[in-house]
C-alpha cells in the first residue's frame, strides 16, 4: 500500500453520484460521529497511532468553496485525504464525475487505499451482456491506471463493503469501511463494537424500567383525577399515550432485544413493569388490544420465571395468560391473530406438562395446537410463520413419541417438520430463526435415531446441525441464545461420540461446549438455565474419564459436579430440574465408586440420588415426570444392596421399582418406554432370586421379562433396542439355569441370546456394545460345553471371545472393560486347557490374562476391582506353579496376592465373597513352605 499524504487534512474522501446523495449523507456522518473503541486508541495501526476519531471527512460537493476553477480544488482535495471511499451503485457506474475522481486517485499512486460500498446493483455485472446495466463499479475502480494516468485494460480487484440487506447491511458495511481506514480486524472491531452496543441496551433497559414505573404512576394518577377535574382531560389523555407507548416499547422491542443477551434480571423487570401497567388500567380503559398486551406481559414474566427455574411462579402468570388469550378467541373467532396468540401461550403450558411428566395433558394440548395451527396454514399456505409454528408443535409430538417409544409417530412428526422449516429456509436463507429451526428439528431427528441406536444416522443429522449452529453464533455474535442453541448440539454430539466409543472426540466436543457455557454463565450469573447447563457439562466431561477407565478422576470431579448442583439447588429450592440434576450427579458418583469396587460407597450415593428423586415426586403436584427416573434409583439401590449381601433392602427396593412401572404402565398402557423399563424392573429382582438361590422364582421372572421384551420386538420386529433387551433377558435366563447347574437347560437360551446379539451386529457393525454383548454370550456358551467336557468346543468359543474383547479394546477409548474382559477369555482358555491335563498350555494363557490384569492395577492402584483381578490372577498362578521345581514361584505368587487382599480388606474395598481367600492363601503359603521345607 502507498503511503498517505504527510499530516493530511482529511482522513477520507467520498465519491459518489448526485442519485445516491441520501447514502453520502448517512456515510458522511456515520463516520464522523463514530468513536473508535477505547481499547483500541493508541494502539499501532496502519498509519500509526490508531486516532479517537476518524475527522474530518471530506464529501463531494459538500466541502468544496464555490469556484470556477472545480477540477483544482477536487485535486488538491484528493491530494489532502488518506483514503477514498467510493459508494458503488449503477448512478456511480454511469457518472463522469466519479469515475474521474477514482482514476485522479489512482494516478497519485494510492490504488491500494480505495475503499468502495455497494449500495446498489451487482459487482462486475458487465461481464454478463444481460445484465450490463445493473453494474456497480465504476469502469476506473475495476481497472488500474497507468504512470500517466491513463486507464489500462488490467483487471482489479476492489476492497468492498457491501451494504445491502441480503449482504452486509449497512451497520457491518459501516464497520468493515472504518476497518479499513483504521487498519485493523473487521472480526474485533464487530466485537468491541456489540459489547458497546449491549452496555449501552442494558442502560437504556434500566433507564427506561425506571421511566416506565413513573410514567405508569402518572398516568394511573391522571385516569383516576379524570372524574374529579374534567379540565385535566387533555393531560390525562396525554399521559396515558406516553405510558402506552413506553409500554408498548418495552412489551416488544426491549424484549426481543434483552432476550438474546441473556440478562434475565433486566428481562424480569421490564417484564413486571409492564404487566402491572396493564393490572392496573381502570376497567374503562380496557379493550381488546390492552387484554391483548398483558396477555403478552404475562407470557414474558412466565418466560423469565421458568429460565430462572420459578416453575410454580411461571405456571402462575402462563395459565393467567392462557385465560385472557382463550377469552379472546372465543369472541372473536375469525381472528387469525387471536388464534395464533392461542396456541403461542397454549404451547408453554404444553411444555411445562410435558416437563413433568404429565404426557396425556401435553399430548392433548400439543394436538390442539396442531389442528389450529393447520388451519392458519391451510387458509394462508404461503404464511412462513404458520409453517414455522406448525413445525415447532411437530418437534414437540415428535419428541414425546421419541421418548415414549413410538419411534415410527416420531419420525412422520419430525420429518414433515422438516419438510416445513427446510421450505423458510429456501424463501429466508440468510434469515437468523430460519437457520434455528432446520437445527432443532435436525436434533430432534437425531434423538430419535440415537434412542433407537442408530448411531451412524444420528451422527449424520448432528454432522448437518453443527455447521449451521456454528455459522449463525459467527453470523450473531451479539445474540447469547444462539451460543447456548450451539452448546446444546454440542452435548448431543458429544454424547453420540461416547455411545460408539470415540471418547476423545466426545472430550474435544464437550470442551469446547464447556467453553462456550462458561461464557455465558460469566455474561449473566442469574441465568439458571445456564449455570446448570455448565454443571451438567462438567458433569459429562467425568463420564468421559469414567468410561476411559479414570475412575479416580472421574470420582473427584463428580464429588464437584455435586457441589455445583447442591448450590443451585440452594438458590432457587423451587427449581424441580436442578434437584434431579443433583440426583444424576449422585448416581454418577455411585457408578464411579461401584466402578472402583467400593460398593457401600456406592449404596450411600444410589441413596442420596434415590432420596433426592423420591422428594420431586412427593413435590411435583401428581406429575409422573420422575416416577420411572425413581423406579430407575430403586433398581440400583436394589443391585447394590444384593452385591453386598444385604438381601432385605434389596429385596424391598427391587419390588418398589417393579411396582412403580406397574402403575405407570396401567396408566399408559401402550407405552413402549413403560413397558421396556418394567422388563428392566423385573429383571433385576429376578438377579437378586437367582443370587439368593431362589431359581425357581427367578426363572419365572426372567420368563415375565421376556414376554414384555417379546411384546415389544412383535410391535417393532426391527428395533434394536427391543432385539437387544430380548437378547439380555434370554441371556440371565440361561445363566439361572447354569446357576443351578443345569447346563442342558441353559444351552438353548444362551443359543438364542447368541442369535439375537449377532443379528444386531449385523444391522451395524461398529457399534461396540452390541459387539461385546456377542463375546458375553460366546463365554456363556465356552461354559456350558466346558462343564460338559467338550473342552475343544469350549476353547472356540472362547477364542472367538477373546479376539472380540482385543479388538474392541485396542478399538475403542473405554478399553479397559474390555481389556478386563479379554483377560477373563484368556483365564477360560487356561482353564479348559488346564481341565484336559495341559498345564504349559494353561500357564501361557493365565499369563496373557495376568498381564493385562497387572497392567490395569497399575494403571490405577485405588481401583479395587482391578486390585482384586490382579490378586486373583496371582492366584491362579500361584496354582498353576506348584509343582516341586515351581514351589518358590508358587510361595510368591500367592503372598503378592494375600499383600494385595489384606490392603483391600483393610480400606473395607474388598467385597465379602473373598475375604474366605485370605484364609485359604494363607494355608496354602504355610502347606508350600513346609513342603519345601529341607
Not at 472545480?70 to 483514503?83: H, M, P, V
Not at 479376539?803 to 481389556?819: C, I, K, R, T
Given at each position: 500500500m502507498q503511503a498517505a499524504p504527510t499530516d493530511p487534512k482529511y482522513f477520507a474522501f467520498i465519491s459518489y453520484s448526485h442519485n445516491d446523495r441520501k447514502w453520502g449523507d448517512w456515510l458522511h456522518k456515520a463516520l464522523e460521529i463514530y468513536r473508535v473503541p477505547k481499547p483500541l486508541i493508541g494502539r499501532d495501526g496502519r498509519d500509526g497511532p490508531i486516532p479517537a476519531?476518524?475527522?474530518?471527512?471530506?464529501?463531494?460537493?459538500?466541502?468544496?468553496?464555490?469556484?470556477?476553477?472545480?477540477?483544482?480544488?477536487?485535486?488538491?482535495?484528493?491530494?489532502?485525504?488518506?483514503?477514498?471511499?467510493?459508494?458503488?451503485?449503477?448512478?456511480?457506474?454511469?457518472?463522469?464525475?466519479?469515475?474521474?475522481?477514482?482514476?485522479?486517485?489512482?494516478?497519485?499512486?494510492?490504488?491500494?487505499?480505495?475503499?468502495?460500498?455497494?449500495?446498489?446493483?451487482?459487482?462486475?455485472?458487465?461481464?454478463?451482456?444481460?445484465?450490463?446495466?445493473?453494474?456497480?463499479?465504476?469502469?476506473?475502480?475495476?481497472?488500474?491506471?497507468?504512470?500517466?494516468?491513463?486507464?489500462?485494460?488490467?483487471?482489479?480487484?476492489?476492497?468492498?463493503?457491501?451494504?445491502?440487506?441480503?449482504?452486509?447491511?449497512?451497520?457491518?458495511?459501516?464497520?468493515?469501511?472504518?476497518?479499513?481506514?483504521?487498519?485493523?480486524?473487521?472480526?474485533?472491531?464487530?466485537?468491541?463494537?456489540?459489547?458497546?452496543?449491549?452496555?449501552?441496551?442494558?442502560?437504556?433497559?434500566?433507564?427506561?424500567?425506571?421511566?416506565?414505573?413513573?410514567?405508569?404512576?402518572?398516568?394511573?394518577?391522571?385516569?383516576?383525577g379524570w372524574q374529579r377535574a374534567q379540565q385535566q382531560e387533555a393531560l390525562a389523555l396525554n399521559a396515558r399515550d406516553q405510558a402506552e407507548t413506553i409500554a408498548t416499547t418495552m412489551l416488544f422491542d426491549f424484549r426481543d432485544k434483552l432476550e438474546p443477551l441473556g440478562r434475565l434480571d433486566l428481562m424480569k423487570d421490564n417484564a413486571v413493569v409492564v404487566r402491572d401497567y396493564y393490572l392496573n388500567l381502570p376497567a374503562e380503559h380496557s379493550s381488546a388490544t390492552t387484554e391483548r398486551r398483558r396477555g403478552v406481559a404475562l407470557m414474558n414474566v412466565g418466560d423469565v420465571l421458568r429460565l430462572q427455574g420459578a416453575d410454580k411462579e411461571a405456571r402462575v402468570a402462563f395459565n393467567e395468560s392462557e385465560r385472557i388469550f382463550t377469552k379472546l378467541r372465543e369472541t372473536d373467532p375469525d381472528n387469525v391473530e387471536a388464534q395464533r396468540a392461542w396456541t403461542v401461550i397454549a404451547m408453554r403450558i404444553a411444555d411445562q406438562h410435558a416437563a413433568l411428566g404429565q404426557i396425556k395433558q401435553a399430548r392433548r394440548l400439543y394436538e390442539a395446537i396442531t389442528v389450529v395451527t393447520q388451519d392458519l396454514l391451510n387458509k394462508d399456505q404461503h404464511s412462513l410463520r404458520y409453517r414455522r409454528d406448525l413445525s415447532v408443535v411437530l418437534v414437540k409430538l415428535g419428541n414425546m413419541f421419541t421418548d415414549s417409544g413410538a419411534h415410527e409417530l416420531s419420525e412422520q412428526h419430525l420429518k414433515r417438520a422438516l419438510e416445513l422449516v427446510r421450505a423458510n429456509a429456501l424463501v429466508l436463507p440468510d434469515d437468523k430463526q430460519a437457520g434455528v429451526d432446520v437445527g432443532v428439528v435436525l436434533d430432534g431427528l437425531a434423538n430419535l435415531y440415537q434412542t433407537r441406536n442408530d448411531k451412524s444416522s444420528a451422527l449424520e443429522m448432528?454432522?448437518?446441525?453443527?455447521?449451521?449452529?456454528?455459522?449463525?453464533?459467527?453470523?450473531?455474535?451479539?445474540?447469547?441464545?444462539?451460543?447456548?442453541?450451539?452448546?446444546?448440539?454440542?452435548?448431543?454430539?458429544?454424547?453420540?461420540?461416547?455411545?460408539?466409543?470415540?471418547?476423545?472426540?466426545?472430550?474435544?466436543?464437550?470442551?469446547?461446549?464447556?467453553?462456550?457455557?462458561?461464557?455465558?454463565?460469566?455474561?449473566?450469573?442469574?441465568?439458571?438455565?445456564?449455570?446448570?447447563?455448565?454443571?451438567?457439562?462438567?458433569?459429562?466431561?467425568?463420564?468421559?474419564?469414567?468410561?476411559?477407565?479414570?475412575?479416580?478422576?472421574?470420582?473427584?470431579?463428580?464429588?464437584?459436579?455435586?457441589?455445583?448442583?447442591?448450590?443451585?439447588?440452594?438458590?432457587?429450592?423451587?427449581?424441580?430440574?436442578?434437584?434431579?440434576?443433583?440426583?444424576?450427579?449422585?448416581?454418577?458418583?455411585?457408578?464411579?465408586?461401584?466402578?472402583?469396587?467400593?460398593?457401600?460407597?456406592?449404596?450411600?450415593?444410589?441413596?442420596?440420588?434415590?432420596?433426592?428423586?423420591?422428594?420431586?415426586?412427593?413435590?411435583?403436584?401428581?406429575?409422573?415426570?420422575?416416577?420411572?427416573?425413581?423406579?430407575?434409583?430403586?433398581?440400583?439401590?436394589?443391585?447394590?444392596?444384593?452385591?453386598?449381601?444385604?438381601?432385605?433392602?434389596?429385596?424391598?427396593?427391587?419390588?418398589?421399582?417393579?411396582?412403580?412401572?406397574?402403575?405407570?404402565?396401567?396408566?399408559?398402557?401402550?407405552?413402549?418406554?413403560?413397558?421396556?423399563?418394567?422388563?428392566?424392573?423385573?429383571?433385576?429382582?429376578?438377579?437378586?432370586?437367582?443370587?439368593?438361590?431362589?431359581?425357581?422364582?427367578?426363572?419365572?421372572?426372567?420368563?415375565?421379562?421376556?414376554?414384555?421384551?417379546?411384546?415389544?420386538?412383535?410391535?417393532?420386529?426391527?428395533?434394536?433396542?427391543?432385539?437387544?433387551?430380548?437378547?439380555?433377558?434370554?441371556?440371565?435366563?440361561?445363566?439361572?439355569?447354569?446357576?443351578?447347574?443345569?447346563?442342558?437347560?441353559?444351552?438353548?437360551?444362551?443359543?438364542?441370546?447368541?442369535?439375537?446379539?449377532?443379528?444386531?451386529?449385523?444391522?451395524?457393525?461398529?457399534?461396540?456394545?452390541?459387539?461385546?454383548?456377542?463375546?458375553?454370550?460366546?463365554?456363556?456358551?465356552?461354559?456350558?460345553?466346558?462343564?460338559?467336557?467338550?473342552?475343544?468346543?469350549?476353547r472356540e468359543?472362547?477364542?472367538?471371545?477373546?479376539?472380540?474383547?482385543?479388538?474392541?479394546?485396542?478399538?475403542?477409548?473405554?478399553?479397559?472393560?474390555?481389556?478386563?474382559?479379554?483377560?477373563?477369555?484368556?483365564?477360560?482358555?487356561?482353564?479348559?486347557?488346564?481341565?484336559?491335563?495341559?498345564?504349559?498350555?494353561?500357564?501361557?494363557h493365565y499369563e496373557q490374562a495376568f498381564t493385562i490384569v497387572k497392567g490395569l492395577a497399575e494403571r490405577d492402584p485405588d481401583n479395587s476391582v482391578w486390585q482384586s483381578d490382579y490378586a486373583l490372577s496371582l492366584r491362579v498362578l500361584a496354582q498353576g506353579a506348584a509343582l516341586p521345581d515351581e514351589r518358590d514361584k508358587a510361595i510368591d505368587y500367592n503372598s503378592r496376592a494375600l499383600e494385595i487382599l489384606r490392603r483391600l480388606h483393610s480400606t473395607n474395598a474388598l467385597q465379602d465373597a473373598f475375604v474366605p481367600w485370605i484364609a485359604e492363601i494363607e494355608a496354602d503359603i504355610n502347606k508350600l513352605k513346609l513342603t519345601n521345607a529341607p
Open positions: 476519531r476518524v475527522f474530518p471527512i471530506f464529501r463531494d460537493r459538500e466541502e468544496l468553496p464555490t469556484s470556477s476553477a472545480l477540477g483544482r480544488n477536487i485535486g488538491e482535495a484528493l491530494a489532502q485525504s488518506r483514503y477514498l471511499i467510493v459508494i458503488c451503485s449503477p448512478n456511480a457506474a454511469q457518472s463522469q464525475w466519479v469515475g474521474e475522481e477514482v482514476r485522479l486517485f489512482k494516478a497519485m499512486g494510492r490504488e491500494d487505499r480505495i475503499l468502495c460500498l455497494i449500495v446498489d446493483g451487482e459487482p462486475n455485472a458487465t461481464e454478463k451482456p444481460d445484465s450490463a446495466l445493473a453494474e456497480c463499479f465504476p469502469e476506473a475502480v475495476r481497472y488500474r491506471v497507468d504512470t500517466d494516468g491513463n486507464l489500462t485494460s488490467e483487471r482489479t480487484e476492489p476492497i468492498a463493503a457491501d451494504a445491502r440487506p441480503h449482504a452486509d447491511g449497512k451497520d457491518d458495511a459501516k464497520l468493515k469501511l472504518l476497518a479499513g481506514l483504521l487498519g485493523v480486524g473487521f472480526d474485533d472491531l464487530k466485537r468491541r463494537e456489540l459489547r458497546r452496543q449491549q452496555r449501552r441496551l442494558v442502560i437504556a433497559a434500566s433507564a427506561m424500567t425506571v421511566i416506565a414505573g413513573v410514567m405508569t404512576v402518572l398516568a394511573l394518577s391522571a385516569w383516576f448432528m454432522q448437518e446441525t453443527i455447521p449451521i449452529d456454528r455459522k449463525l453464533v459467527r453470523d450473531h455474535p451479539e445474540d447469547f441464545l444462539l451460543r447456548q442453541r450451539l452448546a446444546k448440539s454440542l452435548a448431543r454430539l458429544g454424547k453420540l461420540h461416547r455411545d460408539v466409543g470415540d471418547l476423545d472426540s466426545a472430550r474435544d466436543v464437550q470442551t469446547e461446549r464447556w467453553q462456550i457455557l462458561n461464557e455465558l454463565v460469566v455474561h449473566d450469573p442469574t441465568n439458571n438455565r445456564w449455570a446448570r447447563s455448565r454443571a451438567n457439562c462438567f458433569s459429562d466431561l467425568a463420564r468421559i474419564k469414567y468410561l476411559n477407565g479414570e475412575l479416580s478422576a472421574a470420582r473427584s470431579d463428580y464429588v464437584e459436579a455435586i457441589g455445583m448442583f447442591q448450590t443451585l439447588v440452594e438458590l432457587r429450592p423451587d427449581d424441580l430440574e436442578s434437584h434431579f440434576d443433583l440426583a444424576i450427579a449422585h448416581e454418577m458418583l455411585g457408578d464411579s465408586d461401584a466402578g472402583l469396587g467400593s460398593f457401600a460407597e456406592a449404596l450411600s450415593s444410589y441413596r442420596n440420588a434415590l432420596e433426592i428423586v423420591s422428594w420431586l415426586v412427593a413435590n411435583s403436584d401428581g406429575a409422573s415426570r420422575w416416577d420411572s427416573a425413581n423406579a430407575a434409583y430403586f433398581g440400583k439401590v436394589g443391585d447394590t444392596a444384593t452385591w453386598l449381601g444385604q438381601y432385605d433392602e434389596a429385596r424391598n427396593a427391587l419390588e418398589n421399582a417393579v411396582s412403580i412401572m406397574e402403575g405407570m404402565l396401567s396408566k399408559d398402557p401402550q407405552n413402549k418406554a413403560h413397558q421396556r423399563n418394567l422388563s428392566i424392573a423385573v429383571g433385576r429382582l429376578a438377579y437378586l432370586e437367582r443370587t439368593t438361590a431362589n431359581y425357581e422364582h427367578a426363572g419365572k421372572l426372567y420368563q415375565r421379562a421376556i414376554e414384555l421384551d417379546e411384546a415389544l420386538l412383535d410391535a417393532a420386529p426391527e428395533d434394536p433396542e427391543a432385539i437387544r433387551d430380548l437378547a439380555i433377558s434370554t441371556y440371565q435366563l440361561g445363566a439361572n439355569f447354569r446357576a443351578q447347574g443345569d447346563s442342558q437347560a441353559a444351552l438353548a437360551p444362551f443359543e438364542s441370546s447368541l442369535a439375537l446379539r449377532r443379528r444386531l451386529v449385523a444391522l451395524a457393525p461398529s457399534t461396540t456394545s452390541w459387539r461385546g454383548d456377542v463375546a458375553e454370550s460366546l463365554l456363556g456358551l465356552g461354559d456350558i460345553h466346558s462343564n460338559a467336557g467338550a473342552y475343544p468346543l469350549a468359543y472362547y477364542s472367538e471371545a477373546l479376539e472380540l474383547n482385543l479388538q474392541l479394546a485396542a478399538a475403542v477409548n473405554d478399553g479397559p472393560s474390555y481389556e478386563r474382559q479379554a483377560a477373563f477369555s484368556h483365564n477360560r482358555i487356561g482353564q479348559s486347557y488346564s481341565l484336559e491335563g495341559n498345564t504349559a498350555a494353561a500357564i501361557e
